[in-house]
Nanobody, 123 residues
Framework: VQLQASGGGLVQAGGSLRLSCAAS????????MGWFRQTPGKEREFVAF????????YHADSVKGRFTISRDNAKNTVFLQMNSLNSEDTAVYYC?????????????????WGLGTLVTVSS
C-alpha cells in the first residue's frame, strides 16, 4: 500500500487547511484510515479515524469540534479538514492504513504509513 499525504503548509492562527491522503495498492474501501501528527521530541499522536465505509468516525479530544475526517472511496482518498487552527496544531501530519487488531488510536493499529505533510500555524 502506498499513501501520499498532501495539503500541508503555513497558515495563520484561526485559519483552515484540508489535508488529503491518496491511497493505492490495496482495496481502499476495505481499509479503515487514520491521521496522526508528530512534533519534534514527542510521540506520534492520534488525531482521527474513519471506518471503511465512512459511517463511523472518531476524533481525539484535542481536535474534536475543529477537525473532521472524511473519505471518498471512489477516489481512494481520505481527508482531514482542519479549522480554527492554533499553534499547538503545528506538526507533521501522517495518514495511515489500518491493518491490525490493535486499537485504532495507537500506531500499532496501522500497518502502512504515508510520508507526512507539514502543517505550520503562525500566531
Amino acid at each position: 500500500v502506498q499513501l501520499q499525504a498532501s495539503g500541508g503548509g503555513l497558515v495563520q492562527a484561526g485559519g483552515s487547511l484540508r489535508l488529503s491522503c491518496a491511497a493505492s495498492g490495496r482495496t481502499f474501501s476495505s481499509t479503515g484510515m487514520g491521521w496522526f501528527r508528530q512534533t519534534p521530541g514527542k510521540e506520534r499522536e492520534f488525531v482521527a479515524f474513519i471506518s471503511r465505509s465512512g459511517s463511523n468516525t472518531y476524533h481525539a479530544d484535542s481536535v474534536k469540534g475543529r477537525f473532521t475526517i472524511s473519505r471518498d472511496n471512489a477516489k481512494n482518498t481520505v481527508f482531514l479538514q482542519m479549522n480554527s487552527l492554533n499553534s499547538e496544531d503545528t506538526a507533521v501530519y501522517y495518514c495511515a492504513a489500518r491493518g491490525t487488531i490493535m486499537s485504532f488510536t495507537t500506531q500499532a493499529g496501522y500497518d502502512y504509513w504515508g510520508l507526512g505533510t507539514l502543517v505550520t500555524v503562525s500566531s
